[in-house]
């Protein structure tokens, strides 16, 4: 059952751009309402007083610390508010600290659309649960903290794929087989939208036809460049 009311968000993110197709994705496809987005741990902490947000989608490298650090704070405590933690930290301290400390969820960079939708449906499904329940037993407990992640060894999901504009964009990456394109270069090629296009290859990568490579510079955030595989089919 769909609630008047959409659930508040805050994104902590400091990569405009990522942060703008994280709140695209999630206002179009739940039932949430982005009400702020912060660069930095004090913006962070400044949202979430104000608006005491349902979920927070947390950044951990940020210019003023760690967001780790804002997991355990009294502030996020004090709400019922649940956190799903991105991070480029593969490391399993970060992992296990984040864990410890309440996160809901654990997501690495670079974050694919369909794992990000598993864990907002988990949450999405958690919070309808806990608001209809009315009388708690174990087989209703195990439904509500064993709710499945989503099966990352299954097929990649064909929704919002359209079979002309696939090809158009497998030909293009066949054409120049050796070469990284970032997703810039893909939208100019194709012509659709940027978000579009990011569902695309994200696409293409689950199934194993292109990869993606993070080109880190010394000035900047590192960038999402994407190449045909080897030995993968045209």
Not at 95 to 119: H, T
Not at 121 to 145: I, S
Request: aromatic share 8%; with cysteine.
């Amino acid at each position: 059952m769909t609630h008047s009311r959409p659930l508040d968000v805050v994104i902590v993110e400091d990569e405009p751009h990522l942060a703008g197709l994280h709140r695209e994705y999630i206002e179009q496809n739940f039932h949430l309402r982005v009400v702020g987005i912060a660069a930095s741990l004090e913006q962070a902490r400044a949202l979430i007083s104000e608006h005491r947000p349902r979920l927070v989608l947390l950044d951990n490298y940020l210019p003023d610390g760690q967001g780790v650090e804002l997991i355990d704070s009294p502030l996020l405590k004090s709400y019922e508010c649940s956190v799903i933690f991105i991070t480029a930290a593969s490391d399993m301290e970060t992992c296990s600290r984040a864990m410890r400390s309440g996160a809901f969820d654990y997501l690495i960079k670079p974050v694919f659309f369909q794992r990000l939708q598993a864990s907002l449906e988990r949450f999405m499904l958690l919070v309808n649960a806990m608001r209809q329940m009315k009388v708690v037993d174990q087989k209703a407990l195990d439904r509500m903290f064993n709710l499945p992640a989503g099966d990352s060894a299954s097929a990649p999901s064909t929704k919002g794929i359209e079979p002309n504009t696939l090809e158009k964009i497998k030909r293009f990456f066949s054409d120049y087989p050796e070469t990284h394109w970032s997703v810039d270069d893909v939208v100019d090629v194709v012509g659709v939208s940027k978000t579009t296009t990011r569902r695309y290859l994200e696409y293409c990568v689950e199934s194993g036809f292109i990869s993606i490579e993070m080109l880190y510079g010394n000035i900047g955030h590192p960038r999402r460049l994407y190449r045909k595989c080897t030995d993968s089919g045209s």
